[in-house]
T-cell receptor
C-alpha cells in the first residue's frame, strides 16, 4: 500500500531562518511526487511536481528535491507569508489518484 | 485562484439528510477528482471522473455517489448523513491523466457540518 510520511508535523521558524521539510514515501512505482501549500480553510495550492530521482525545482524561496525514497522542500530565508501547511502527495504508476501525507504546519514569526 | 469553482462554500444539515455538492472544473480540464479532508484523516481520495466516465474509486462510502455531466461539471451526492461525514470536501481538476497534464488543481472546498 502506498504510504507518505511527512516530518516534522509542525515547524516554527524566525523570519530569515532557512530549513527543510521532509516527505518520505513507499510506492511500487512512482509516477510523480507533488508539493502543495494549504492555507487554513482553503484548497491546496499546487507548487511543484517531481518525476525522477535527482530532479529539482525552484520557485521564489522554495526548492523541492527528490530521491528514490524521499523528497525535501527547502525554504530559504522564509517570510511570515510563507506560513501555511505544506502537503506532499504521490501518484503511483497504476492510477491517477493522489495519496497525501498529513502535512507539515509551518509558522514563520517576524 | 485555481479556476476550479465549488458551491456551496458552507453547508449545515442534520443527520439522515441528503446533500449535493457541485464542482466546475477549470476551462479545458476533462478530469475531476473528489477528496475529503477531515481533522483526523487528512486528505482522502474519493472518486475520479474523466470526460463523463468514472475512472477510479477510493474509499468512497456506498452512501456517497458522484457523476460528471456532459458540460464536465461534477456533483457529489451524500446521503443518510452521519456526524462523522462532517469535513471539507474538495474538488480538483486536471487536463488529462498522464504526465504534466495530470497535475491536479484544487477548488476552494465545501465545508459540510452535520448536526
Amino acid at each position: 500500500e502506498d504510504q507518505v510520511t511527512q516530518s516534522p508535523e509542525a515547524l516554527r521558524l524566525q523570519e530569515g531562518e532557512s530549513s527543510s521539510l521532509n516527505c518520505s514515501y513507499t510506492v511500487s512505482g512512482l509516477r510523480g511526487l507533488f508539493w502543495y501549500r494549504q492555507d487554513p480553510g482553503k484548497g491546496p495550492e499546487f507548487l511543484f511536481t517531481l518525476y525522477s530521482a535527482g530532479e529539482e525545482k525552484e520557485k521564489e524561496r522554495l526548492k523541492a528535491t527528490l530521491t528514490k525514497k524521499e523528497s525535501f522542500l527547502h525554504i530559504t530565508a522564509p517570510k511570515p507569508e510563507d506560513s501555511a501547511t505544506y502537503l506532499c502527495a504521490i501518484k503511483e504508476t497504476s492510477g491517477s489518484r493522489l495519496t497525501f501525507g498529513e502535512g507539515t504546519q509551518l509558522t514563520v514569526n517576524p | 485562484d485555481s479556476g476550479v469553482t465549488q458551491t456551496p462554500k458552507h453547508l449545515i444539515t442534520a443527520t439522515g439528510q441528503r446533500v449535493t455538492l457541485r464542482c466546475s472544473p477549470r476551462s479545458g480540464d476533462l478530469s475531476v477528482y473528489w477528496y475529503q479532508q477531515s481533522l483526523d484523516q487528512g486528505l482522502q481520495f474519493l472518486i475520479q471522473y474523466y470526460n463523463g466516465e468514472e475512472r477510479a474509486k477510493g474509499n468512497i462510502l456506498e452512501r456517497f455517489s458522484a457523476q460528471q455531466f456532459p458540460d464536465l461539471h461534477s456533483e457529489l451526492n451524500l446521503s443518510s448523513l452521519e456526524l462523522g461525514d462532517s469535513a471539507l470536501y474538495f474538488c480538483a481538476s486536471s487536463v488529462g491523466v498522464t504526465g504534466v497534464l495530470s497535475t491536479q488543481y484544487f477548488g476552494p472546498g465545501t465545508r459540510l457540518t452535520v448536526l
